[in-house]
């Protein structure tokens, strides 16, 4: 089992940045692929960026790219997401995610463990 608790949302204006963390809890951490979702009002949850359980292969979705950088340490349990030029349709509650295998993928239901979301509003 693993458990998985994020932090770091808050409001910031367009323009700004903010560093989103997650915690995950257990052995099995490095074992795994992980990624963030992101979730707006009125939308679907979309995959925003994705790491291997080594961190050698990263993907970020094209509105994301050049702007978020995913990362990750083993030996702490955590993954960041560090979001850079903030636009107002950022705005959304990001999700960290962890799926039972090394390797990530794109889709949602692929990912077997989930935290309860941190909110992240863009103020134009």
């Known amino acids: 089992q693993v458990q998985l608790v994020e932090s770091g949302g808050g409001l910031v204006q367009a323009g700004g940045s903010l560093r989103l963390s997650c915690a995950a809890s257990?052995?099995?951490?490095?074992?795994?692929?992980m990624g963030w979702f992101r979730q707006a009002p009125g939308k679907e949850r979309e995959l925003v960026a994705s790491i291997n359980w080594i961190g050698g292969r990263t993907y970020y979705v094209d509105s994301v790219k050049g702007r978020f950088t995913i990362s990750r340490d083993n030996a702490k349990n955590t993954v960041d997401l560090q979001m850079n030029s903030l636009k107002p349709e950022d705005t959304a509650v990001y999700y960290c995610a962890a799926r039972n295998s090394r390797y990530a993928t794109l889709e949602s239901n692929d990912y077997d463990y989930w935290g309860q979301g941190t909110q992240v509003t863009v103020s134009s």
């Open positions: 257990g052995r099995t951490f490095s074992n795994k692929a």
